[in-house]
């Protein structure tokens, strides 16, 4: 059972050590005493359906902040109804022999499109090429498929049939397919001027692009000037924040965009920034310069230089897998209940603590910023010491294990971009793709020193 004053030694507000706890009875009790736990007290009673006990509570107080927040808990009162229709069940795939394919798509006619995209998708991340192929030959529309037409391209590199590769790619006009003919070519020594001019044009938040300009070891910096950064009308989402109600502080933001056209100054000031950052890509009026510079935030700064020292990781490696990983959410929590900044599942978190750091395993502990931090950059750092940090950040998801065994079955892979096509776990895929963009990314902005106004002090 976590307890209060365990929590309390690791440094957290009241308010926070009662948001993780979660105990509404505690929080309605200590907001008599404590008029600054009068919006999470309230908060608690008003999910509970005890609106007037809420209500008293702010009627309690004459603060002006607390109760410029009244609007935002009560907003919460509504009740959505949905009526949940239950999905026909789809047919398992696990066949990739093109005749069972067929005789899967005989029985189940109107899931044929998806039966033959697990099937080729099955079959190619398995690397059973003969079956591949085969179910292109005996399903002519997958020809059609732009999908399916990228891990044929995909399939003749593997086979190092690199003119079929460059036949399948010559149409293709988007990232990818500029990447992987300029890759191709570069490898044959052929010339790539074409791919290349279209590859510098592709924004640095384009994973292709990325990899093109780390490939090819381009040297580009981002100058950043911050802008001094103020409240901007979004003083209810910030005490809410600082009260410790995270989540209801997006309805506060909301209006607050609605209402000001420079709202986004205030999510570098946020205790929690990862709604705002959410937000920034709702509101179309922002420029992506301001997007960029928004979004890319470098909170907890002493933590994260501190954990860089000691272990001896790169800053922005640590920013681009936090980013990935909570958004900045200090109190994320996901359906595998991996916890905090830095997303720990709890086995690894037993194992970090215990096993490898001597130190006490306290579940409350990894939804605190600096042991979040701590834990997480520790465990990237032994992670680097096995892997380039490519398959370093493949391990920090998949775990090393997994990756460790694919890449010793797969010696041919050269690079993130081999990694990144041919891994067969979507899930990495795409967390290698995001990290690595937010780390190049992070490399790139250079960032001036932030003034900030009175109103955020």
């Not at 999910?47 to 109760?67: D, M, P, R, V, Y």
């Not at 900045?328 to 599942?345: H, N, T």
């Not at 995001?434 to 790139?444: F, G």
Request: hydrophobic content about 40%.
């Amino acid at each position: 059972i976590v307890t209060v004053s365990e929590i309390e030694a690791h440094s957290l507000t009241k308010a926070e050590r009662l948001s993780i706890l979660r105990l509404c009875a505690l929080s309605i009790y200590e907001a008599k005493r404590d008029t600054n736990l009068i919006p999470l007290a309230a908060h608690c009673l008003i999910s509970h359906g005890k609106i007037q006990k809420a209500l008293e509570l702010f009627n309690n107080t004459k603060e002006e902040k607390i109760l410029s927040i009244a609007p935002f808990l009560l907003s919460s009162l509504r009740v959505d109804l949905e009526i949940e229709t239950k999905p026909q069940e789809k047919p398992q795939v696990k066949e990739t022999d093109p005749e069972k394919i067929a005789s899967l798509i005989e029985n189940n006619p109107e899931f044929k499109d998806y039966i033959l995209y697990k099937a080729l998708n099955f079959s190619f991340y398995r690397q059973q090429f003969k079956h591949f192929f085969g179910l292109l030959k005996d399903f002519p529309e997958l020809e059609e498929k732009p999908w399916a037409r990228r891990l044929l391209a995909l399939a003749y590199y593997r086979l190092g049939m690199y003119s079929y590769s460059l036949a399948v790619l010559e149409p293709m006009e988007d990232g990818f397919g500029m990447f992987w003919k300029w890759k191709i070519k570069r490898k044959l020594n052929l010339n790539f001027s074409e791919e290349e001019k279209a590859l510098k044009k592709l924004p640095i938040t384009n994973f292709y692009g990325v990899l093109y300009r780390i490939l090819s070891k381009k040297k580009e910096r981002i100058p950043v000037e911050n802008e001094t950064v103020s409240l901007n009308g979004c003083e209810e989402a910030f005490a809410l924040q600082k009260f410790g109600l995270d989540r209801i502080s997006l309805e506060a933001l909301k209006e607050c965009m609605q209402e000001n056209p420079l709202w986004f100054q205030v999510v570098p000031l946020l205790p929690n920034p990862s709604y705002g950052i959410k937000l920034l890509y709702v509101d179309k009026g922002i420029s992506p310069q301001e997007r960029l510079t928004y979004s890319y935030l470098k909170p907890y700064r002493t933590y994260v230089k501190l954990a860089s020292i000691a272990y001896q990781v790169d800053e922005d490696l640590i920013y681009a897998v936090m980013r990935q990983e909570s958004l900045f959410d200090r109190f994320a929590l996901s359906r595998s209940y991996a916890m905090g900044l830095m997303q720990i599942i709890p086995s690894t978190a037993r194992w970090i603590t215990e096993s490898k750091l001597e130190e006490r395993y306290e579940v409350q502990k990894f939804f605190v910023p600096f042991f979040s931090i701590k834990y997480g950059s520790w465990y990237l750092s032994l992670l680097k010491e096995k892997f380039p940090d490519f398959l370093a950040i493949a391990a920090y998801n998949s775990g090393p294990g997994r990756v460790s065994r694919w890449i010793k079955r797969n010696t041919w892979v050269e690079d993130a971009a081999d990694f990144a096509e041919f891994y067969p776990y979507s899930e990495t895929r795409n967390y290698v793709k995001k990290v690595l963009v937010n780390y190049y990314i992070y490399r790139l902005l250079e960032y001036t020193k932030a003034s900030t106004s009175a109103t955020a002090r």
